[in-house]
Every structure is written in structure tokens, then in C-alpha cells.
């Protein structure tokens, strides 16, 4: 096995952040009353039950690595995420803050934002 650190990040109802993650292209792996792990490909997203989380203060984030972004935006643009900066979830376009790497932005059900950057940057 590689060594790899995953995300680890709250969600209020597991069916809910597991159906908008299954919309996103990743499947649930394991899950039992606290704890749930999803998976597309290389990426893992591993969930806490936080039932009392405010979305609109959630501070949690992640980072996911990808080589090929555009395609990844261009996919979960198809789903139809708001874009606008207030709303919860969105999904914004390209941004390069400074000199960091493109990237882009997915901010879920529950506040946490996901960070897309492209490993070829």
C-alpha cells in the first residue's frame, strides 16, 4: 500500500452528502453510523457525522489533485450547481490565486469547499 493521506470532512445526513457525492461521480465504500468513506478512482472523501453543523460557518475544506480538471469541471458543470458566490452548494470556474496552481471550486451541501488543482500547473 502507498502511503496517502484523505480528507476528512462533516456532513449533517449521510444519505444526502452520499447522493450529491454519487451525482459528482464518487461511491460509497463504507459507511456505518459516524464514519463514511467515498471513492472516484484515486480520490477518497471520508465523512463525519456532524449533525449540528451551519453551513454558512463551515470552514472545512480539501484539496483534490487531479491532471485533468478541465474535464472534471466540465462534468460537474453538466450538473447544473449554482455558480453564484452566496450559494450553497456551487461550483465556481477557473481561478489561479497568485502564483498557485489553476483551480477550481466546489463547495458542497455542507460548507465544505473542495479545491480542484491541476496537477499539471
Known sequence: MTDR???NL??????????FCGRLGFAVVYR?????ILRR????????HHPGLDPAQSRFSA?????DPDALLDEWRALGLPSDDAAIPRLTGFFRPGTAPRMFALVD???SLLRVIDNGD
Open 41 to 48: 478512482g484515486a480520490l477518497e472523501l471520508e465523512f463525519c
Open 32 to 36: 456505518d453510523d459516524g464514519w463514511m
Open 109 to 111: 451541501p455542507d460548507g
Open 63 to 67: 484539496c483534490l489533485r487531479v491532471d
Open 10 to 19: 462533516p456532513a449533517r445526513d449521510f444519505g444526502a452528502t452520499a447522493g
Open 5 to 7: 493521506v484523505t480528507a
